[in-house]
């Protein structure tokens, strides 16, 4: 599964968008206890979001294979 | 059309976007510029770099235009962002709103600068001259 970061999880990442191991149909939950485990340093941020087409997800949110997903760090615009 | 919201890298055109709300059924145009400040807590910042993920902050204004119509009597919003590397001085962010009177013009421009640094996925670096950080990444 494709995942896009912005901000510092770009520099955390190492890249702009990584693949990631992921049943379809997982929620949001089951995608941050794998970002995690492989990236400690998002437990470091005050917090993140995780987006799905474009919309903040919550926890339960399932994501499906094609969904764009993407990593929000908090944001700092204006 | 009532609302005009664009992210840009091009430096923001301040006067039409006034030009663009400007009708003679408002009584009151409201507008707020955000600039590039050259120091944080005593630091020199010597530029700013600003990052958004395009659609989805589109998408995150026209969520806070909708809502800013439908709470007060409001009639056209503009909210333009600017992305990329900026200059002390220069202009990030420029809301403007044009109402009837100037209660909800004030109110609603106040709203959607606080709102839209809440919710929009939009970010800065600030980039000092030992150093750099990404604004509000860190508790």
């Known amino acids: 599964m494709k995942i896009l970061a912005f901000g510092i999880v770009k520099e955390i990442f190492d890249d702009s968008m990584i693949d990631i191991d992921l049943d379809n149909e997982s929620t949001v939950e089951a995608l941050r206890f794998v970002l995690e485990k492989k990236y400690p340093q998002l437990t470091e941020l005050g917090s993140y979001m995780v987006a799905i087409n474009n919309e903040y997800a919550s926890g339960g949110d399932a994501i499906y294979t094609n969904d764009e997903v993407a990593i929000i760090p908090p944001v700092s615009g204006g | ?99 009837a009177h100037r209660d909800a013009a004030f109110t609603a421009c106040r709203y959607i600068i606080d709102t839209l640094k809440q919710t929009v996925p939009i970010w800065k670096k600030e980039v000092f001259e030992d150093g750099d950080v990404w604004v509000a990444a860190h508790p």
């Not at chain 2, 955000?34 to 995150?60: C, D, P």
């Open chain 2, 1 to 99: 059309m009532k609302v005009d919201i664009q992210i840009s890298d091009e430096p923001l055109q301040i006067q039409s976007c006034i030009d663009w709300v400007m009708s003679p059924e408002c009584g009151g145009i409201n507008i707020f510029i955000g600039t590039v400040r050259n120091n944080t807590q005593h630091k020199k910042v010597v530029r700013l770099e600003f990052e958004a993920y395009e659609t989805m902050a589109i998408s995150e204004m026209n969520k806070i235009a909708r809502e800013v119509l439908d709470r007060w009597p409001v009639q056209k919003i503009v909210i333009h962002h600017r992305t990329g590397v900026l200059q002390p001085g220069e202009v990030p962010v420029v809301i403007v709103v044009a109402a």
